[in-house]
């Protein structure tokens, strides 16, 4: 008896998950291997990875588009919450994860299989979003992750393929180890490792280094309708597309670059190198606007709610009971979140400059300091009084 008789493998085309395939079937007995690539705009070919997966051994190789989803379900959702894990890293690899376990499950429910693997190791976060995930959506599917047993080295494991016919990289591989999508680009190891050691320029591909960016500011207005982005300068935009803009603008202007060292939930901390401009932007744009658009108490509240549902993210916890019950308080705080912010983008900096909206609550009348004022001063005497009572009395108190 092997540990699962059908599998639907998430795959990437690299050698790690192509190893997956034969190791799956030779060494935990497994029948049939069916393999999901799903494209969330890393902007891999393909074909070539689709073929490579049946070479590899894969009985059924399939390649799905997510990329729709991955903004309109998962990444407006973060934007909306204003989600920074550790105040500064937006979660773009992060919010891939949850997507692709429901991917796989629907597959492994569709083709009838009993189990889903991925090639994480046992020593980063995504192995905790995948597995959490899958067991969330389905309990009675078996998590299968190889890599995490199977204690080959980088050489071992080219080795190993070599056996199946798994060609062994072409490229001297790189010493970074990179994960990209359309919300961004995650770059650790190699000399990164060393928290001193200042990101060489060649890691980054999709913002431009401050030497290169344009001598001159560009503006944009960026619309926001219900708290959801939806057009850049004046011009509607559909999702993807959205993104894949404000990627290009904003990285043009080397903004979206994030240099951390972060706490991973396993307990590792662990440098890493983030781009993700349309993101970056997005989140302060939105932020800007709901400055504008909600009251004092509701914006305080939600500052506390958006780091409980940025750890919920990182922590692999997207499907649970607490992140739903915090959606159904966030739905509600955006439903005036609507209008526009105006954006100066200037070497590595986006700042606002402007916003408006037909629900602002921001009041001119009570705000101005011409004779247009509507504000009554006297009032806040009495005000006053009552505020700062309990602090008289405690001096009066406690005063040698
Ligand atoms: N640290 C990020 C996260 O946990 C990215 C993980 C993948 N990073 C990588 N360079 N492969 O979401």
Redesign the pocket.
């Known amino acids: 008896m092997g540990r699962a008789n059908k599998v639907v493998l998430a795959y990437s085309g690299g050698v790690d998950t192509s190893v997956c395939i034969p190791y799956l079937k030779k060494e935990w007995g497994v029948k049939e291997v069916i393999t999901l690539a799903a494209d969330l705009g890393q902007g891999d070919e393909l074909d070539p990875i689709k073929q490579k997966a049946l070479d590899s051994g894969a009985s059924i190789s399939l390649v799905e588009n997510g990329q729709e989803s991955f903004v309109k379900d998962y990444a407006f959702a973060a934007i909306q919450a204003n989600t920074l894990?550790e105040n500064r890293?937006p979660?773009?690899?992060?919010l891939a994860r949850p997507l692709i376990a429901k991917m796989l499950v629907d597959a492994a429910e569709k083709y009838g299989a009993d189990a889903v693997a991925h090639g994480c190791t046992g020593k980063?976060?995504?192995q905790v979003r995948f597995d959490v995930s899958i067991m969330a959506l389905n309990p009675s599917i078996k998590v299968l992750a190889p890599a995490r047993e199977w204690g080959m080295g980088r050489e071992e494991t080219i080795a190993y393929g070599e056996q199946f016919g798994i060609p062994s990289p072409v490229k001297k591989s790189s010493p970074?180890?990179?994960?990209r999508n359309l919300l961004g680009r995650?770059?650790?190891?190699g000399p990164l490792e060393d928290p001193m050691m200042e990101p060489p320029e060649e890691i980054f591909a999709m913002t431009k280094a401050i030497a290169d960016t344009p001598n001159e500011p560009e503006y944009i207005e960026i619309g926001f309708d219900g708290g959801i982005p939806t057009s850049v300068n004046g011009t509607s935009l559909p999702p993807v597309e959205l993104i894949t803009q404000l990627n290009a603008i904003a990285g043009n202007h080397g903004i979206g670059r994030i240099d951390m060292i972060?706490n991973?939930v396993v307990g590792i901390k662990?440098r890493?190198i983030?781009e993700a401009p349309a993101l970056l932007l997005l989140i302060q744009a939105h932020r800007d606007l709901e400055s504008l658009t909600l009251t004092a108490d509701v914006t305080q509240y939600k500052r506390g709610v958006e780091d409980t549902y940025a750890n919920l993210i990182?922590q692999g916890l997207w499907y649970s009971p607490l992140k739903e019950s915090l959606d159904a308080f966030i739905q509600k705080t955006q439903e005036r979140v609507t209008g526009i912010v105006r954006v100066k983008l200037f070497k590595g900096s986006a700042r606002i400059v402007g916003r408006r909206s037909d629900y602002s609550i921001y009041s001119p009348d009570l705000a101005t300091y011409t004779a247009d004022d509507q504000f009554d001063h006297k009032a806040a005497e009495g005000f006053i009084y009552i505020w700062g009572l309990p602090t008289r009395v405690w001096s009066e108190k406690t005063r040698k």
Do not use: Q, V
């Open positions: 894990y890293y979660l773009s690899t992060a980063g976060n995504d970074y180890s990179i994960d995650s770059i650790e190891a972060e991973r662990s890493e983030y990182y």
